[in-house]
């Protein structure tokens, strides 16, 4: 499985963003997704998870009612929609997978992740 991470930039704060990450190799529906982002000095950090048929979700506490994450399997790929950005989520954002296994929560920890994207710099400034 490959993963392509796109839609990265610099925004202010409040503005919005859409990433994208875009599968091959392998047909989307029938992995979990999850997206973190790793900023300098800190530990990389989860942001969300979404159920191989969408129909769970999964969110941080320190992104949930901003952010939204989507999947089109028919499309092979999974979106994070970000609103409201501050300048603490700046970071490098990558998407992963995973076969499922468990409820979605578990898809927090990077640890369950077999598959990794290259990650797409989002830096929101002040």
């Known amino acids: 499985v490959q993963l392509q991470a796109s839609g990265g930039g610099l925004v202010q704060a409040g ?7 875009a599968v091959s190799g392998r047909t989307l529906s029938s992995y979990n997704m999850g997206w973190f982002r790793h900023a300098p000095g800190k ?9 191989w048929s969408g129909r769970g ?3 941080a506490d320190s992104v949930k009612g901003r952010f939204t994450i989507s999947r089109d399997n028919a499309k092979n790929t999974v979106y994070l929609e970000m609103n409201s950005l501050k300048p603490e989520d ?3 954002h990558y998407c ?13 920890d990077p640890q369950k992740y077999s598959y990794w994207g290259q990650g797409t710099q989002v ?3 002040s």
Do not use: D
């Open 15 to 21: 503005g919005s963003l859409r990433l994208s990450c």
């Open 43 to 51: 530990e990389r950090e989860f942001v969300a998870a979404i159920s």
């Open 57 to 59: 979700t999964y969110y």
């Open 90 to 92: 700046t970071a490098v």
């Open 96 to 108: 992963a997978a995973e076969l499922p296994g468990g409820p979605i929560a578990i898809m927090k």
């Open 123 to 125: 830096t929101v400034s």
